[in-house]
């Protein structure tokens, strides 16, 4: 059993070498009298929350870092080889926390999600019909109230959340402009992804003044997935009443100190919601979210980007992609074909 084991807390930038690779063996059953689920695993997310996983946290923060010497946890999509559970069998296909690792047994089978839809490419399930397709139907619709004619910005938004979160506003008849940090990406945000406009963030010196030639008239929802100097630039260009749903800032992960918002008053003065939210909150609604998007996706109203990498070997290597805009699209490894 092939492992991506996590060497020890990471404080900065992380490198590949916070992680290596061991070779066990492993029983292919689940033991005598478990509950839990055997699974082999098909594909591996890669997700900006991982690195806070990485850091060390107190006991009572509400995230519980990695185990030094004990393989990363992640989403993915898994086939069940053997199961002490009534409600899983052989030959399932799930989506949910597992092992990087090529065979992870999974103690806690309630957090599986069983895959009923196979017409989709499977690997959606570490995508666009998993975790960050839940984050940007609940950022979108649950929190940020929208409606028609609403000017919507993303940043971050060639990513796996916010390609998603440009293309249900626009089919429901928003205004929406994305910033992301390359001109392939901004190639596709406008060119494939239906945004009205992007912006390359790198190379704009001035961040207000590039939104202000995007929104004239100022931005009702900022959906949030980088914070620090975007976040501020931002505030200065809310419309009163603005909603900011607060989804990460990944700007901030890798720093020891969060950089200071100096506009927070804007909140005030315009009397802006700025909530933050959690996809696993929404996880209740996770029919209602595949009666909406899965028509979509088999209608072709949406197209969804993967960055997909092959064997459990670029694992590491795709994971710090994430924190140097490297992937395009949503990170997937690819750890077995079914
Ligand atoms: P992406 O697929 O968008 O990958 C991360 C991207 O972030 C990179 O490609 C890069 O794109 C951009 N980035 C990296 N570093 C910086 C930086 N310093 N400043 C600005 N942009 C940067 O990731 P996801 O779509 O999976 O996640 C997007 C956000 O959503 C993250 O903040 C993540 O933590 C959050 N999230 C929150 C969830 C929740 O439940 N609240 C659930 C899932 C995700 P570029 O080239 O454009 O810089």
Redesign the pocket.
Known sequence: NKQVIFRDYVTGFPQESDMCFTTGTVKLKVPEGSNGVLVKNLYLSC???MR?LMGKHEVSSSFSSYTPGSPLTGYGVAKVLDSGNPDFKEGDLVWGITGWEEYSLITTPQALFKIQHTDVPLSYYTGILG??GV?AY??FYEVSSPKKGDRVFI????????QLVGQFAKLMGCYVVG????KE?IDLLKNKLGFDEAFN??EEHNLDAALKRCFPEGIDIYFE????K?LDAVLLNMRVHGRIA??????Q??LDQPEGVCNLMSIVYKRVRLE?????DYYPQYPKFLDIVLPYIREGKITYIEDIVEGLEKGPGAII???????????VIVVAHE
Not at 225 to 228: L, M
Not at 246 to 251: K, L, Q
């Open positions: 997700d900006p929350y806070i975790m960050p984050t609940a950022g940043s971050a938004a060639s990513g796996a959340v916010g910033s992301a940090g390359s990406k963030y790198k997935n980088v914070g620090g975007m607060v989804c990460g800032m990944i700007s992960y890798n933050g939210f959690a996809a696993p992609g994430l924190f140097k805009g490297r992937n395009v699209g949503k990170q």
